[in-house]
């Protein structure tokens, strides 16, 4: 069966949308997605009938408890873990803060973590201050430039028995590229160490299961995945039911709650379970039967197969243009190492100079260092000026693939 491109786009209401008779073409997608109709609704329905504070014993505050828990069961489902398990927030960043601040006391002065050149500052910035809190020693972990990802002898040649953290990525948001995390895990485990994975960018694109992965926590942002602005921290029940939270003094110390400081951001958590719901429609349409973790596989699966489509067009288009600096995998034979994110430099042009004349065009794209700050230092690239980062989703086509490439080649 093909990819039902057509009925995908028709549930995303802002594809349709023109500026002055031309269609937007949504190629920012790393930095945030669109979100489906259903969505849309379900955030809306939630306003109407479940607006309340949580624990009372009328029928909104009911509402709002199911919501709740709705929320936690999808993103279990979604990420393979138990809803106790289930941390939701504001947002990666501030949910990595937080488990940073915690774990942090957990540690003595002396005790080494390791922090990566080819993470997203959100899973960098909270491991520095917090190695500065508490004394800790900083070990850096740099990425490989002809592989694209970070290798296991690299990482050995820093574990000891002082490792308490590895912090990594799954994938990139600068290069795009996947890392073995399940292998690296293990290594870090060997020595005893707490393994945080962000996986921002590697979960539009990738089927996330966090018992294969073996790591002890996992963070996602659901704005990411065609869903509202909300993070989400998978942690292992035992290492959370162990932590002490910061959390105020008379809130509850069960799971999740006790990581969940604060009035939950209620119709945000409704359209997270509707983003988990859709990813449900797309594998039941795709034929898939059985539990929602069924459906979810078989969506990711096909969506993953439509975008590399788009991404090996993307990358040839890209690679004929002269003067143009693809930074990660470009050879198609390592696709399934990589997701369809794609940063670009021109030795003429600035990121700033093409991003502006793709706008024109109505093309959308993100220049800079995208927080992928260690990222553009390794490789040498001005901080201040970055990448041009095009970033397909499985709701773009190659249509506006090839519109994108007719931009970029215009700019140059
Ligand atoms: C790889 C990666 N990690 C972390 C983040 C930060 O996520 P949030 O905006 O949810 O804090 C991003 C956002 O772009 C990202 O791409």
Same mark, same amino acid.
């Given at each position: ?10 549930? @995303? ?6 500026? %002055?008779?031309? !269609?937007? #073409?949504? $190629?920012? *997608? ?66 990595t803060y937080h488990m940073s601040r915690t774990l942090g006391r957990t540690f003595q002065a002396?005790d080494e973590i390791i922090v ?7 899973d960098v910035s909270p491991w520095l201050q917090m190695a500065e809190d508490f004394g800790l020693v900083v070990?850096?972990?740099? @990425? ?6 970070? %290798?296991?002898? !690299?990482? #050995?040649? $820093?574990? *000891?028995?002082?490792?308490k953290l590895?912090a ?26 707490l393994?945080y ?20 926590f ?28 910061y ?166």
């Open positions: 069966m093909s990819f039902p491109i057509q009925e995908v786009r028709a549930q @995303f209401p802002a594809l349709a949308l023109t500026d %002055e008779g031309k !269609a937007r #073409v949504y $190629l920012d *997608n790393p930095a945030g997605t669109q979100v489906p109709q259903m969505v849309v609704d379900a955030v809306s329905h939630a306003f109407v009938h479940s607006n309340a504070n949580l624990g009372g014993f009328f029928k909104t505050t009911e509402a709002a408890g199911q919501v709740v828990l709705d929320a936690h069961r999808a993103m279990a489902d979604f990420l393979g873990g138990s809803e106790d398990e289930i941390i939701i927030g504001a947002n990666m960043t501030s949910l002396g990566t050149r080819m993470d997203h500052e959100g070990r850096w972990l740099p @990425f490989n430039e002809e592989t694209w990802q970070i %290798e296991e002898e !690299a990482l #050995v040649g $820093l574990l *000891n028995s002082r490792t590895l990594l990525n799954y994938a990139s948001n600068l290069t795009g590229s996947i890392n073995e995390v399940a292998k690296l895990t293990a290594r870090a485990k060997s020595v005893g160490a393994v994975v962000d996986a921002v960018q590697f979960a539009p694109h990738g089927l996330v299961d966090v018992n294969e992965l073996g790591c002890d996992l963070a996602c942002s659901s704005y990411k995945f065609f869903g509202p602005h909300l993070g989400i921290l998978w942690g292992r029940r035992e290492l959370l039911l162990e932590l002490e939270a959390k105020c003094r008379c809130s509850t110390t069960q799971l999740p709650e006790k990581f969940e400081t604060g009035t939950p951001q209620i119709e945000l958590l409704a359209g997270l379970t509707t983003t988990v719901d859709y990813y449900d429609w797309l594998g039941r349409e795709m034929g898939a039967v059985g539990s929602r973790r069924a459906a979810i596989v078989e969506a990711v699966d096909r969506a993953i197969a439509y975008e590399n489509v788009l991404m090996a067009r993307l990358i040839s288009g890209l690679k004929a243009l002269p003067g143009v600096n693809i930074h990660g995998i470009t050879n198609d034979n390592r696709f399934s190492d990589r997701v369809p994110t794609v940063s670009i430099t021109h030795d003429k042009k600035t990121p700033d100079e093409i991003a502006k004349s793709l706008s024109d065009k109505n093309v959308f794209v993100w220049s800079g260092h995208n927080y992928a700050f260690e990222v553009v230092r390794q490789l040498g690239i001005d901080e201040d000026t970055g990448v041009v980062r095009i970033g397909a989703a499985h709701y773009n086509t190659l249509e506006e693939i090839e519109a994108c490439l007719e931009a970029v080649a215009a700019a140059l």
